[in-house]
């Protein structure tokens, strides 16, 4: 009895590790290398979150605020109508919308390799759930995802900037 009581507590002190080997699969090419399919080191987040960034404003992508010291982008609403509302970039920062993607399949290393802009992107481009690759103007690169529109023609946004 005494035996079998403390298997029974080695058992349970071990069971909260078990998902330490979960992940440790050898993928499809039969490699265990953990820098086969996705990056061999985590991409370590500088901000992140939410955020609305008012029609005529700025943003900076690097802090997560509207109207910040270093900005971005401005949103710039040229007309009542909505027709000339346009991301422009600002200091330096680079973009490119990619379309209706999947944003959480979007890694730094596929940033870094893109072909970034300094051209204004236009509204029609970016629909809600359009997502859109940078490089801010502090030189860290990022994503970003159209959550919607509001108002004055507000742009909220879901954001990732990484180191």
Same mark, same amino acid.
């Given at each position: 009895?005494?035996?079998?009581?403390?298997?029974?507590?080695?058992?349970?002190?071990?069971?909260? +590790?078990?998902?330490?080997?979960?992940?440790?699969?050898?993928?499809?090419?039969?490699?265990?290398?953990?820098?086969?399919?996705?990056?061999?080191?985590?991409?370590?987040?500088?901000?992140?979150?939410?955020?609305?960034?008012?029609?005529?404003?700025?943003?900076?992508?690097?802090? !997560?605020?509207?109207? !910040?010291?270093?900005?971005?982008?401005?949103?710039?609403?040229?007309?009542?109508?909505?027709?000339?509302?346009?991301?422009?970039?600002?200091?330096?920062?680079?973009?490119?919308?990619? !379309?209706?993607?999947?944003?959480?399949?979007?890694?730094?290393?596929?940033?870094?390799?893109?072909?970034?802009?300094?051209?204004?992107?236009?509204?029609?481009?970016?629909?809600?759930?359009?997502?859109?690759?940078?490089?801010?103007?502090?030189?860290?690169?990022?994503? +970003?995802?159209?959550?919607?529109?509001?108002?004055?023609?507000?742009?909220?946004?879901?954001?990732?900037?990484?180191?």
């Amino acid at each position: 009895m005494r035996q079998e009581w403390l298997m029974l507590r080695v058992i349970m002190c071990l069971v909260p +590790f078990a998902f330490l080997s979960v992940g440790c699969e050898k993928d499809k090419n039969g490699s265990d290398d953990a820098s086969s399919g996705a990056n061999a080191e985590a991409d370590v987040i500088y901000s992140a979150g939410t955020g609305k960034v008012r029609g005529t404003w700025t943003f900076d992508l690097d802090k !997560g605020v509207e109207a !910040g010291e270093k900005i971005d982008f401005h949103w710039n609403r040229l007309s009542a109508d909505k027709t000339d509302t346009y991301l422009e970039p600002r200091n330096g920062a680079r973009f490119k919308a990619m !379309g209706l993607v999947d944003f959480g399949a979007i890694t730094k290393s596929d940033v870094v390799a893109a072909s970034l802009s300094t051209a204004k992107i236009h509204h029609s481009a970016l629909p809600v759930n359009a997502v859109v690759i940078y490089k801010t103007d502090e030189g860290r690169y990022g994503k +970003f995802e159209v959550r919607g529109f509001s108002g004055n023609e507000d742009l909220t946004l879901r954001w990732v900037t990484w180191e």
